[in-house]
C-alpha cells in the first residue's frame, strides 16, 4: 500500500535525521537528489509490485473466494431487475421487463435484430428460462417475425429451446466483482457493457483506473516523506509522524471526494481518480525544492 510505505519512509528518513546523519550525508558532497535516488529506486519496484499484484495476481487467487461469497454469503442478496435493455451484439437488441436473479428466469422478452435497411427479426416471448444444464434458454409462448424483401413471415408456439447470446449474469451486474477482475479482464467487460448499452459502469471505472493511480501514488508519497522528514526538528520523529499521518488522512479523504463525486457523474472516473495524485504531485515538488541541501 502506498499509504504504509508512505509511514515507513517517514520513520526511517526521521530517525536517520534526529541522528544527525541526514546532516552528515549532505556535508559529504552528496545532494539531496542523491541520497533520494535510493528512495526512488525502491519506490518504482514496489509500485510495480503493487500493479503486478492487484492487477494480474490477486483477482486470479481470489476466484474461490468470490465463488464463496456469492454461494453462501451472497446468494440470498440477489434482486431481480426491471424492464432491462442491451445490445448483445452488433445490430441485436434485446428487452426484458423483469428478470429473476434467484431463478434465473424472466418475463416479456424481446429480441430485435437490424440491419442497414431496418429490422430483419423480431422475437417476443412471455417468459424466459435459463437451463443450466444444457446451457440453453427455454422461452415459452414465443412469437417470431422475419421481414424480408416479400414481406413478413410469422411463426408461433408455446416452447421453443434455443441458444442466445446471453447468460443469466448478463441481466444484473454485482459491482463487487471489480476486485475479483484482472485489468485486461475488467477492460474488456467494461468495453462489452458499453457496446450493450449499460448504466452501471461506474464503479468498474472507477476500479480499473485506481490500479494505476495507487501504485503510481507510491512514487509520490515516497517523495513527499523523504523531503518532510529529512529535516531535523525538535519534535523529531513524533512530530513527523503526526505530519505524515494527516497527509494519509487527507489522501483519502481527497480520494473519497473525488470518487463521489464520479460515482455521481459530475467527473470522469479517470480524472476523479488522478486528481488526489495531481495534488500531491504538486506538493512533492514544493517539498523537493523547500528541502535542506
Same mark, same amino acid.
Given at each position: 500500500s502506498a499509504l504504509f510505505t508512505f509511514i515507513a519512509v517517514i520513520f526511517f528518513t526521521s530517525k536517520m535525521a534526529s541522528n544527525t546523519e541526514i546532516i552528515a550525508i549532505l556535508n559529504s558532497g552528496i545532494s539531496f537528489k542523491r541520497m533520494l535516488r535510493?528512495? #526512488?529506486i525502491s519506490a518504482t =519496484? &514496489?509500485? %510495480?509490485? @503493487? =500493479? *503486478? &499484484?492487484s492487477n494480474f495476481i490477486i483477482p486470479v487467487t481470489s476466484k474461490n473466494m468470490q465463488e464463496f461469497q456469492k454461494t453462501y454469503l451472497k446468494g440470498r442478496q440477489k434482486s431481480g431487475q426491471n424492464n432491462i435493455h442491451m445490445q448483445i451484439s452488433p445490430g441485436v437488441f434485446a428487452y426484458l421487463e423483469n428478470f429473476d436473479a434467484v431463478k434465473k428466469s424472466g418475463f416479456r422478452f424481446s429480441l430485435e435484430q437490424f440491419d442497414n435497411d431496418g429490422m430483419t427479426e423480431k422475437l417476443t416471448a412471455d417468459q424466459l428460462i435459463w437451463d443450466s444444464i444444457s446451457g440453453l434458454w427455454t422461452i415459452k409462448n414465443w412469437v417470431r417475425r422475419e421481414i424480408g424483401p416479400k414481406g413478413? !413471415? #410469422?411463426s408461433r408456439g408455446a416452447t421453443l429451446d434455443t441458444l442466445l447470446n446471453l447468460k443469466p449474469t448478463d441481466f444484473y451486474v454485482d459491482v463487487d466483482d471489480a476486485i475479483y477482475m484482472g485489468y485486461r479482464e475488467l477492460r474488456q467487460f467494461i468495453e462489452m457493457e458499453k457496446m450493450r448499452g449499460s448504466g452501471n459502469l461506474l464503479t468498474f471505472e472507477i476500479e480499473k483506473h485506481k490500479r494505476i493511480a495507487f501504485p503510481f501514488a507510491t512514487i #509520490? &508519497? *515516497?517523495v513527499i516523506g523523504v523531503s %518532510? @522528514? @529529512?529535516r531535523k526538528v525538535r519534535g523529531g520523529i513524533g512530530f513527523h509522524l503526526g505530519i505524515g499521518i494527516t497527509i494519509c488522512f487527507a489522501f483519502i479523504l481527497f480520494m473519497q471526494i473525488t *470518487? !463521489? =463525486?464520479a460515482t455521481l457523474g459530475n467527473l470522469p472516473p479517470v480524472i476523479a481518480v488522478w486528481i488526489p495524485n495531481f495534488i500531491f504531485g504538486i506538493l512533492s515538488i514544493y517539498l523537493l525544492r523547500v528541502a535542506p541541501k
Open positions: 535510493p528512495y #526512488i =519496484f &514496489l509500485a %510495480l509490485m @503493487s =500493479f *503486478t &499484484l413478413e !413471415v #410469422i #509520490i &508519497l *515516497t %518532510l @522528514s @529529512s *470518487t !463521489v =463525486f
